[in-house]
């Protein structure tokens, strides 16, 4: 059974970091892209950062793009989002998500979901 | 403002069909495929259709997908409370190599 397990998210003041995690297990991580989406109180899923299966390939939504970045640690099954700058709106609820399919080709989609983690920007 | 437009919300009573609807352009829709997802708030979403129509394991054959051109369709029979979530469409976009979601679709089964 393929699991997603988020960590390490919480409260932090605007202008502060945080590493948020997603432990694998279930499947050969190495093998697929894997994705952050996040959804603010209130407010529709939104993807933010995705991640090729060797870590050579990373992309990001306008709204985060140079204050966070994606890394994964396949040795370890884990997957990462390295938080910085980060502000009020960036407050929600923040999911991994596996990929499956090829997105190149045009068939990708989010195959399996961590159930996910409550990140807090507050002063 | 989504990349994909889907509506706010619908309604149907319990038995009866509703379909949902996502629009999207030629850079993501009209050349990808789209794959659907139920979100129960504060639980994990769950991958509802793939690949345009496909159902993964162990979801009902009440649920079915299509897509034409570069609008995709999700239908629901029998409605349930059960079925009462939020359901996002999403694909690839090929011009920004990044995932796009629709807005989300609130269903309420009266």
């Known amino acids: 059974e393929v699991q997603l397990v988020e960590s390490g998210g919480g409260l932090v003041q605007p202008g502060g970091s945080l590493r948020l995690s997603c432990a694998a297990s279930?499947?050969?991580?190495?093998?697929?892209?894997m994705h952050w989406v996040r959804q603010a109180p209130g407010k529709s899923l939104v993807w933010i950062s995705r991640?090729?299966?060797?870590?050579?390939?990373?992309g990001y939504a306008d709204s985060v793009k140079g204050r966070f970045t994606i890394s994964r640690d396949n040795a370890k099954n884990t997957l990462y989002l390295q938080m910085n700058s980060l502000r009020a709106e960036d407050t929600a609820v923040y999911y991994c998500?596996?990929?499956?399919?090829?997105?190149?080709?045009?068939?990708?989609?989010?195959?399996?979901w961590g159930q996910g983690i409550l990140v807090t920007v507050s002063s | 403002q989504s990349v994909l437009t889907q509506p706010p919300s619908v309604s149907a009573a319990p038995g009866q069909k509703v379909t949902i609807s996502c629009s999207g352009s030629?850079?993501?829709?009209?050349?990808?495929?789209v794959s659907w997802y139920q979100h129960l708030p504060g639980t994990a979403p769950k991958l509802l259709i793939y690949?345009?129509?496909k159902r993964p394991s162990g979801i009902p054959d009440r649920f079915s997908g299509s897509k034409s051109d570069t609008s995709a369709t999700l239908g629901i029979t029998g409605l349930q409370t059960g079925d009462e979530a939020d359901y996002y469409c999403?694909?690839?976009?090929?011009?920004?190599?990044?995932?796009?979601f629709g807005g989300g679709t609130k269903l309420t089964v009266l």
């Open positions: 998500a596996l990929g499956l399919g090829y997105c190149s080709g045009g068939t990708c989609y989010l195959g399996y």
């Open positions: 279930g499947l050969t991580f190495r093998s697929y892209w």
């Open positions: 991640i090729t299966t060797d870590g050579s390939g990373t």
């Open positions: 030629s850079s993501n829709i009209g050349n990808n495929h």
């Open positions: 690949e345009n129509n």
């Open positions: 999403g694909t690839w976009d090929s011009s920004l190599s990044v995932w796009v």
